[in-house]
Each structure stands twice: as C-alpha cells, then as structure tokens.
C-alpha cells in the first residue's frame, strides 16, 4: 500500500495509462483516468479493462469497487482535486520516424487552459515516452513559467503482456526535474513498491527511457545475429547465448557500459574483423556487427575533433596503449589520434605510465621502434616534464588514484577521454 495517498489524474487510458491507473489504486492512491475516447472511459467505469492485459480486469474492478479508481472524459473534472497529472498519451511514430508529439502538444495546453482561477499547486509528470528536450520545449512552455505547475519526467518501462507485474515490481523507478519537492512527491507515489528511486535531471530521465529501449534492441539483435551465425557453422547459438550469459563479470554486468574512449588492443578489432569477414563469406549479413568498427571510427573522429580545437599550442597526452595497466600497443586509438595530431602541425607530448623507453623491451620497444619512431619520439618518461610543457591534456587513458590527483594537482585543462575524472568540482572535464 502506499504510503501516502496522493489524489492522481491519469491522462489517456490506453496500455500505459490504464494499467498505471489501475496499479496506482489498488497501491492506495485516489485516481481518475482520462480519455477523449468515451469506450475507454466507460469500460473503466463498469470495472472492464478496454484492452486485454493480464490481472488488469481485476485491478480495475476492485479500484471501482473501493471507489479508488474512476474515470472521466472530463479532464476538468479529473483534474480539480487532483495532485499530480500523469501524462500518459500516446507519442506515435511519424512517417519520417520523428515521434509524434500532437498528443502530448494538445493534453498539455487543455491542462493549461484549465489552470486560470486554480490556486492548488499542480504537478505535471510525464510518463509517455518523449524525446530529450521535450518536457522543457513543449509541456513547460505551455504553463507559461506559472509557480503553481512543476514537470516532472517519469517514464514508464512496462511491457505489453507482462504491464502489471512490471508495474508492481518494477525493475527501475526514474523521476527527473528540476524542482526537488516535486520530484521527491512523484517518487512517492511508488513508495508503497519494492523499488529505489533513480533522482535525475529532466532530460537526463527522458533519455534513460531511449537509452534502455535503444539497449534492449541492441541486445535482441546482437543475439539474434550471434543465433544466425551459429546456426550457418552448425552450432546452437542458444547454448552459446546461455553460456555467454553465466559470465556476470564481463558479459552481463556494469563492465564495458560506461561512454568512454574508442576501444582497441590486439584482441576486440582483430575478432569483430574475422566474425563480420567469415560471415560475409557464408553471404550472411550481420549489420549491427558490421556497425561497430565503425561505430569505434566515429567515436576516435570525435575525439580527434575535440583535440583539434584546442586553442593552445602544446597538446600533452596521458595514456598510450589501448588500456591502463598495459604496454600492448597493438591497434591502441590513441596512436591513431597522435597521428592525426601531428598531421595537423600540432605540438604533442606524451605520457604513459607503463610505457617508458627504456623499460620495455621486446615485441613493444620494436614495434615503437621500427613502426611509429614517430610516436615513440614524443614520448616523455616524466608525468610532471609532460604537464609542465602542456597547454592542455587529453586523458586517454583511466589513471591511477595517485596519477589522477596529480592530473587535477597540475591546474592544467583536463579533457577527460575516457570517463575517467568527471565529476570534478571546479575543473575543466570534457567527455566525447
Ligand atoms: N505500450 C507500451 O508497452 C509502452 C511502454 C512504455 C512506454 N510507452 C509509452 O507510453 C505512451 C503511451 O503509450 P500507449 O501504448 O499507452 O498509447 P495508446 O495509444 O494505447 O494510449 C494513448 C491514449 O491517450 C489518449 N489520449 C490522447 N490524447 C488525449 C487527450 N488530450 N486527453 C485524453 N486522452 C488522450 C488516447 O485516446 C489513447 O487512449 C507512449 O509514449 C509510449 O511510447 C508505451
């Protein structure tokens, strides 16, 4: 049950908008759903789900019977008691594939036209999925900065078939806003669920919605691409699925999931570059294989792009190899990114703990030696030599606690390549 009761307007009763309303009763709210469709409204009022998901009819009924649950096509009447407005209307797809925002345009303005003559505070909190940008560019405007309004992100990750379960335990809570007391009041209305609120920014709230959806199909079609492969070499890409799933250290964990620097090293390009050539000679096509070499070129373009525009003359470099904790230079971005550097005539010094001259021998000092002497000229053994000479350091590579705090100690620009430094409270931290 919830902990505290909050009065809830729910606009638009479809999937999402009926199951949250019929959830948020049965977890002790007052709500009234809103639907400019009057079968939708009159279902709900007769203890019918309008559509069939399941355990949904039962919510409804009970929410009516408990008289927690009504429904309205009066957003008038649903909204004069209310607390929160939660905007729950459809954003289709546009033919272009831009999302439709007409719905939300239009509840945002009829919520707006009903705020002359009220005096009790309203919170918006919008639960369709919506671009990042759109709270602050569409809904906010419409309330024309009134004090009586805050919005609030709270995006919905039910799935169809699955809509009240996910609703009742939810696997992730995200509230975003700028105004603390109003996010602090939407997360409490899932207080009464097994789930630890993500606070967050506006924005950052309706991209974490694109974001998970954007992973999960990642995910589908990685497997299903792996699935194709196998099935063409006779194998049983489920148990290769299976198998890879065990892993929970590399595979399905945090690992490899933070934005960063290009990947590189002797291992990831190398096998990505045979998988997507041996599928090719089966003529089988991998396209999200196939993307991501050059996905890993678009992210070192950045970078470049970044360094390019440095205004000073001096570009000192922290990190050579691929990776801290190594001296593998093989296919390491960063030698890519000197050699860009250079090739635009500018001025570069270099500093990697691991990778010092007169240290290292074999395979490495040869392939720096006979390879790129050019890169291997820049190098400097010293971290303070390099940070003395610098106008500004790329960061290329994740630094030890000590180096770190000798990095930020230098009073230099940092700009953080890898992820590795932000948050820094007063310094100048730039990601790609
Ligand atoms: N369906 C899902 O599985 C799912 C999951 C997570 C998020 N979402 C997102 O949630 C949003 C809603 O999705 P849905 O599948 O419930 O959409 P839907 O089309 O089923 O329902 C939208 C409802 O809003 C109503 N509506 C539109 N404008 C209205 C207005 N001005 N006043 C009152 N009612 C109005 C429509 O009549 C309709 O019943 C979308 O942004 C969607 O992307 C959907």
Request: with cysteine.
């Amino acid at each position: 049950m919830a902990v505290n009761p909050q009065k809830i307007a729910v606009l638009g009763l479809g999937y999402v908008g009926c199951v949250t309303a019929a959830c948020l009763a049965r977890i002790g709210h007052r709500v009234v759903g809103v639907d400019r469709d009057q079968f939708k409204v009159d279902s709900v009022l007769g203890g019918r789900a309008p559509f069939f998901e399941p355990g949904l009819e039962d919510l409804v009924r009970d929410g009516v019977a408990t008289g927690r649950l009504s429904a309205s096509v009066s957003l008038a009447e649903a909204l004069s008691d209310a607390d929160v407005a939660l905007i729950c209307v459809g954003t289709p797809s546009e033919k272009n594939g831009n999302l439709g925002l007409d719905q939300l345009r239009r509840v945002s303005e009829e919520i707006a036209d009903l705020m002359p003559g009220r005096t009790k505070r309203l919170i918006v909190a919008v639960r369709s999925t919506v671009y990042p940008g759109t709270c602050e560019e569409i809904v906010l405007p419409a309330f024309g900065g009134s004090p009586l309004v805050a919005v609030v992100s709270n995006p919905e990750f039910l799935r169809e078939g699955a809509a009240v379960k996910d609703f009742m335990e939810p696997s992730l809570l995200v509230v975003g806003g700028s105004a603390p007391e109003a996010v602090r009041q939407v997360a409490d209305i899932y207080s009464g669920l097994d789930v630890e609120p993500s606070i967050v920014a506006l924005r950052t709230a309706e991209m974490i919605k694109y974001a998970c959806n954007a992973f999960h199909a990642v995910k589908i079609s990685f497997a299903n691409e792996i699935g194709a492969l196998a099935t063409e070499l006779g194998i049983d890409g489920a148990e290769v699925m299976d198998t890879l799933c065990r892993d929970h250290s590399l595979n399905i964990s945090r690992a490899y999931l933070k934005p960063g620097f290009a990947f590189g090293g002797s291992c990831l390009p190398k096998d990505l570059r045979a998988l997507v050539y041996r599928a090719s000679r089966l003529d089988l096509k991998l396209p999200l294989l196939e993307s991501v070499l050059p996905s890993n070129n678009a992210q070192l373009d950045r970078a470049i792009a970044v360094a390019l525009e440095l205004p000073g003359d001096h570009i000192g470099v922290f990190g050579l190899a691929f990776k801290e904790n190594t001296d593998d230079l093989r296919e390491s971005p960063v030698v890519l990114l000197l050699e860009t550097l250079i090739g635009k005539g500018r001025k570069v010094r270099v500093h990697d703990p691991h990778i010092q001259l007169g240290e290292i021998y074999g395979s490495n000092q040869r392939y720096i030696m006979n390879a790129i002497p050019h890169i291997g000229n820049l190098l400097d053994d010293r971290l303070d030599g390099m940070l003395t000479w610098a106008d500004h350091v790329l960061v290329a590579q994740k630094p030890s606690p000590e180096i770190r705090a000798r990095l930020e100690a230098s009073g230099k620009p940092l700009i953080d390549l890898v992820g590795a430094l932000s948050p820094m409270v007063g310094r100048t931290a730039v990601s790609v």
